[in-house]
């Protein structure tokens, strides 16, 4: 049944459209996040899978609705949709693609479009790359400041009304015609933005109480049940692909005794800043190896991918780092220590707790054995 029947008018119709266009999108990138990081572990960013997917849906998108109308008399009519998808490329995706890379992409689409002997064809082509280029700047350098949104719709706005002359130099529809779809490119341009602001704040939102619930509040550090569920990932992925996996397991010595002579708030002072440190060496050597707050004072590393002896080089730099650590105080400065156990998984380790509690005798052993030093087995 047409929109006719239904007395609801194409616009009304091209906005639903958009938008579910655009969820869609969300879906299937949410989709594509969970199986490439969680179910394959490809070793890629989330920028570079925003990047990439972002750019080939829309590329599709724009080419499959183009195919309705190709090679007609007005073969311009769904031009709005398609700006919509480079839009949200440009902007919303923040798609680090250099402008020279859509040359042949354009290319190609005139030959698609039939549209290659067209003067004003290829003026529309150039003025496109400028839009994407125009609005990738803007999002980098004016995104933080309140009047972003007005520079963006006076970009799109601006750019917009460009590109729909060159289609009336093209077909020659009336003046009217290029009001209309101006008008429906602007609304359309402002319901994206709220759209996608939108589902950024919700997406912002549920970040940060995911973060919540899996990191420490006091030393911004995944916490115990981040390690659980990290742990049997890699705990399994080793078994599963016979893979290396070694963990290390360190507490703060005498820390009870800190709290209790210099009181709570130096205490947490000496976690924050011992973990800061951890996170530094971390980062600076790989940073899929995770540091998490396991207990008290008590914090584990895990090293995927990592043989006791390759893993030992980034313990002995915490141990060297830590042991060297003055934590100042109103009585002077405080001198701390670690008391560090390792081990690497064992074919007789028949779960990540067996695993675990072999790391963890390796740290008492450290512990009762005179405290600052490595035992690893």
Known sequence: MTWTHWQVPPFITSVFFVLGMLTLYWVTYNWLVSWVHHQRRFNVTDDQLSTWY????????????????????EAWQFMNFQLIAIIFCAYFLNSHVPYYAFIPILFVYMVFDQSLGYWQSWGHAL???????????????????????????????????????????????SWQTLGEEWLYLAIFVVLLYIYVTMLSHDSQLKL?????????????????????????????????????????????????RVNDTYGHMIGDRVLQQATSVVQVVLTANDPQVKLYRTGGEEFNVIFPNYELAQAQVMVQQIFSAINHLSVPTEHGPLEISISVGVSALSPNDGSPIDFYNRVDRNLYHSKRNGRMQITSV
């Open 127 to 173: 003025t496109l790359m400028l839009f994407f280029w125009v609005l990738n700047q803007i999002r980098v350098k004016v995104t933080t400041y309140p009047w972003a949104p007005l520079s963006y719709l006076a970009v799109c706005v601006s750019f917009g009304g460009l590109l729909w002359l060159w289609m009336k130099f093209k077909f020659n529809f």
């Open 208 to 256: 940060r109480l995911a973060q919540f619930a899996s990191h420490d509040a006091l030393t911004r550090t995944e916490n115990f049940a981040a390690y659980t569920a990290a742990i049997q990932d890699q705990f399994s992925a080793s078994r599963q692909n016979q893979t290396a996996l070694t963990m290390m397991m360190f507490d703060i010595d005498h820390f009870k």
């Open 54 to 73: 972002g750019v080939t849906y829309m590329v599709v998108f724009v080419f499959c609705i183009q195919s309705l109308v190709v090679g007609g008399c």
